[in-house]
């Protein structure tokens, strides 16, 4: 089970870099993604970063959110850039398995943290 970290409330504009902790070194061999769920909605992957460091993002968060790893700390980031209103939501991340193009999460979910974009 991975740990997600570093939620918080912000202001619409502002910045919040999320953590993704994992307990052993599963990152270097595997995909990982942040999801999102926001309240009354299906949870999505918004950003992905495979074992050789490319990245995916879903069309809302494109151009605003980065996603990164350190396979030496065992941590992968999400760097969101430009809170609005809709990024609200608990955020998770998981490893990730691929049937070619599609994505799925491999572990359970942790507890997620909370992304709260208001002013």
């Known amino acids: 089970q991975l740990q997600a970290s570093g939620g918080g409330l912000v202001q619409p504009g502002g910045s919040l870099r999320l953590s993704c902790a994992a307990s052993?070194?599963?990152?270097?061999?595997?995909?990982v993604g942040w999801y999102r769920q926001a309240p009354g909605k299906q949870r999505e992957l918004v950003a992905r970063?495979?074992?050789?460091?490319?990245?995916n993002y879903a069309d809302s968060v494109k151009g605003r959110f980065t996603i990164s790893r350190d396979n030496a700390k065992n941590t992968v980031y999400l760097q969101m850039n430009s809170l609005n209103s809709e990024d609200t939501a608990v955020y998770y991340c998981?490893?990730?398995?691929?049937?070619?193009?599609?994505?799925?999460?491999?572990?359970?979910w942790g507890q997620g943290t909370l992304v709260t974009v208001s002013s």
């Open positions: 052993g070194s599963i990152f270097s061999i595997n995909a």
């Open positions: 998981n490893t990730l398995g691929t049937g070619g193009s599609t994505w799925y999460p491999l572990g359970s």
């Open positions: 970063i495979s074992s050789d460091s490319s990245t």
